[in-house]
Nanobody
Framework: QAQLVESGGGLVQPGDSLSLSCVGS????????MAWFRQVPGKEREFVAA????????YYSDSVKGRFTISRDKAKNTLYLRMDSLKPEDTGVYYC???????????????????WGQGTQVAVSS
């Protein structure tokens, strides 16, 4: 049974940095598009960043471009999200997602991802 497990969330101050990890198990995720989404109560889960199959391309939402960096380690079957210059509006539960069949035009669409982690909480507050 394939599984994704996120870690690394926490409470930080505005301007701080934080790194999230998503460890995959049960299958090799290199051929999968993998992404980070986030959600706050009362709002839909929104796209943050994605790494295409075999990590050939990366994609970011406009709100995090230039501050966040997505990467993956094939040997460790792990996806990362480095978050710099954090803002209060970055607060939310961050989810890792994966799917093998996503086309580029749908990479920001949460409904296209079949595999999800349980989420890790990130809070940015002074």
């Amino acid at each position: 049974q394939a599984q994704l497990v996120e870690s690394g969330g926490g409470l930080v101050q505005p301007g701080d940095s934080l790194s999230l990890s998503c460890v995959g198990s049960g299958r090799t995720f290199s051929p999968y598009t993998m992404a980070w989404f986030r959600q706050v109560p009362g709002k839909e889960r929104e796209f943050v960043a994605a790494s295409s199959r075999y990590a050939t391309h990366t994609y970011y939402s406009d709100s995090v471009k230039g501050r966040f960096t997505i990467s993956r380690d094939k040997a460790k079957n792990t996806l990362y999200l480095r978050m710099d210059s954090l803002k209060p509006e970055d607060t939310g539960v961050y989810y890792c997602a994966a799917d093998r069949q996503i086309i580029t035009s749908s990479i920001r669409d949460r409904t296209q991802y079949a595999w999800w982690g349980q989420g890790t909480q990130v809070a940015v507050s002074s």
